[in-house]
């Protein structure tokens, strides 16, 4: 009874945030890394390469990357140590998680898990972030993608969001 409630008054806050975020233009998206899944080990090494291919990502667009601090990590870094999992070049490293990453500068970003042999595993991202177009909107927001699209909400959503997936994961 009490697991069913919860799931309840977490599908109702899910629904009202998602209706206030819709109504608002967004100045960026929100993209969750990995879907529903997050940012763990993938199911095969091409599972981050498929879903970074589906996107349409600009500068002040956001990564969400959802994972279990001290499990889970993650390194942005030069392509070279993306394609050789190794940590020469690192240009940043984030060890909490969740962990939201603005995306300030056009151009391919690389992003990796350095724990154990995760990156070898698959568990890498390479993005080719987009300018915004001169009108100053998000291609991806204003077609309907499938994306969190309030920048108003996201550290709470965010929290909150975390906070759900680590209960029910």
């Not at 001290?70 to 969740?98: A, H």
């Not at 300030?104 to 154990?116: A, S, V």
């Amino acid at each position: 009874m009490a697991k069913e409630c919860s799931v309840l008054l977490l599908m109702a806050f899910v629904i009202s945030c998602m209706i206030i975020g819709s109504t608002a233009q967004p100045d960026h998206v929100v993209h969750i890394v990995g879907g529903g899944k997050g940012w763990t080990l993938p199911p095969n090494k091409t599972f981050y390469d498929e879903w970074a291919a589906t996107k349409n990502i600009t500068v002040g667009d956001k990564l969400m990357f959802l994972f279990h601090t001290s499990i889970y990590n993650i390194m942005q870094v030069s392509k070279e140590d993306y394609d050789t999992c190794n940590d020469r070049n690192v240009i940043n490293r984030w060890f909490l998680g969740p962990t939201i990453i603005n995306i300030t500068e056009p151009g391919m970003h690389y992003y990796y898990d350095e724990i154990g042999l995760h990156c070898e595993a698959g568990q890498k991202l390479a993005i080719n972030v987009m300018e915004k177009s001169s009108n100053g909107v998000n291609a991806a927001a204003a077609s309907g993608s499938n994306m969190l699209k309030s920048s108003k909400y996201v550290g709470f959503f965010g929290t909150f969001v975390y906070f759900a997936y680590s209960l029910f994961m």
